[in-house]
């Protein structure tokens, strides 16, 4: 018979790196699905392939080539473009389409808004048999227009809320702000709109991100209003949480932790990368905080917000980090008695400052240095969870295991911290269970928040049982 015409174009998506890379992702999905084509999981009965790269160290940037390499793959069969946006040719640009010849439209951070017009371009000159792929820089950096909607590609309960594009901050490690432009913040409205539409929509956990979320504002109103636009997010009426991520030490002020402490929705969950403890190293990261300032903000933190949960990451091995600063940043561990900690071994990014330097740490040492520091952590964090022995915590579930429930506390933010595990209450009576109690336990499903009293722990996960119902 005729050939079947094939209606619509499918695209399957990629998101590599951070939350943010995600939230971009989610809103080309919406954009695209707008523009006629259907969103797929499923590479191999994908159109079209779209990758959004990360590039922001060393490991990153390899694993963007590789995925790239690997997808290319699907061209032989059913592919007919491979569309690679984002961070990697945001940063390396020129010198990428020489290197993949299978990409045929190449697209930076700036001028995600395009893609529709630029991906039907691409797909007329595949038809006229054209060789060279598309090319596409602008300046770095994406907001979406108001009202874009977004395709949720995480599970239903959890989403990230991007607050702002870009960074001014100016650490002498990092390439973002080439990559992803100058900071600005998105206006409140148009914030407090996505969430209202996120929480209508079932949205349990709301994870607000940015290069840096204590930022918020500065560019709009000279300070920043983060107080401000939580104070505004915790008035959206519904059963959910509000957590920040990635918030500069040094905009941490008395007013942001007064929004916590008198707070509805906000987890008492701070995000602080501190990356490290050394004064010297700090300054020659080009970070604004000194050691004084930093066990003096901790200090006010825990008085302010007794309960809250604190994260941060450090990097080992920075050019002139002597086994004297490390064995510093050890000590500064067993005081600080962070609930969570991410390290990264440095890595050495061609056209940073910090590149510079000399002397740099030989990379096995860095890893060694980067071992070990975790390896003292997971004692402290160990104790902090076994610490919560005996007290109920609030419990977003998240899957079903063999023997009960997985899920987080306002503690646990998704992916980078550990998780709670809850066995059902009839786990020790099997034979002796009330109906209720069967029924009340088949009612529970991902999404759900439960009530979990903490029974154990380990480093990475804390133990839990649903307390006993109680019959009315």
């Known amino acids: ?246 918030a500069y030490p040094d905009r941490v002020s008395s007013e942001l932790l007064a929004v916590f402490r008198g707070s509805e929705h906000l987890c008492a969950y701070l995000d602080l990368p501190l990356q490290h403890i050394s004064g010297k190293i700090l300054k020659a990261m080009g970070r604004r905080s000194t050691p004084g300032e930093i066990l003096r903000l901790l200090a006010r933190i825990r008085e302010v917000v007794p309960e809250m949960a604190l994260r941060t990451t450090f990097i080992l091995g920075y050019p002139g980090e002597t086994e004297e600063d490390f064995a510093g940043l050890l000590s500064f561990l067993d005081v600080a008695r962070f609930d969570w900690v991410g390290a990264f071994a440095y890595s050495r990014e061609e056209g940073t400052p910090a590149a510079a330097l000399k002397p740099q740490v030989p990379p096995a040492v860095r890893e060694r240095r980067r071992q070990e520091l975790l390896a003292r952590q997971e004692a402290i964090t160990a104790e902090k969870n076994r610490a919560l022995c005996g007290k109920h915590l609030k419990v977003l579930v998240e899957k079903k295991t063999a023997n009960g429930w997985v899920g987080r506390s306002y503690r646990e933010a998704p992916e980078i911290d550990g998780l709670v595990r809850i066995a059902p209450a009839d786990l020790l009576a099997r034979t002796s269970v009330a109906h209720e109690c069967v029924a009340h336990e088949c009612a529970i499903k991902p999404g759900d928040f439960l009530t979990v009293e903490v029974t154990g722990a380990g480093a990475y996960e804390i133990y839990g049982r649903v307390p006993a119902v109680v019959a009315p």
């Open 1 to 246: 018979g005729p050939q079947e015409v094939k209606a619509v174009m499918k695209i399957g998506w990629v998101a590599l790196g951070c939350p943010k890379n995600l939230v971009d992702t989610e809103f080309l999905i919406g954009l695209m699905k707008r523009a006629g084509y259907e969103y797929t999981t499923r590479p191999e009965e994908a159109d079209i392939l779209a990758i959004n790269t990360c590039c922001f160290i060393q490991s990153a940037t390899e694993e963007s080539l590789d995925r790239i390499v690997e997808y290319a793959r699907y061209k032989e069969k059913n592919c007919r473009l491979l569309v690679v946006l984002g961070c990697l040719p945001q940063r390396y640009g020129r010198q990428l389409p020489a290197l993949l010849p299978e990409v045929d439209l190449w697209l930076g951070t700036g001028d995600y808004s395009r893609l529709p017009e630029l991906v039907a371009a691409a797909l007329a000159r595949d038809r006229d048999g054209k060789e060279t792929a598309l090319f596409h820089l602008e300046d770095p950096g994406w907001l979406p227009e108001p009202g874009l909607a977004r395709v949720l590609s995480t599970a239903p309960y959890t989403a990230y809320v991007k607050i702002a594009e870009g960074c001014d901050n100016r650490c002498r490690y990092c390439v973002i702000p080439r990559i992803r432009g100058p900071y600005r913040s998105r206006p409140p409205e148009e914030i407090e709109q996505e969430v209202r539409e996120l929480v209508e929509s079932g949205v349990k956990e709301i994870n607000l991100v940015a290069q840096d979320t204590t930022a918020y504002g500065i560019d709009r109103e000279g300070r920043s209003t983060l107080p401000q636009l939580l104070t505004r997010l915790d008035r959206i009426a519904g059963d959910f949480w509000l957590r920040v991520l990635y």
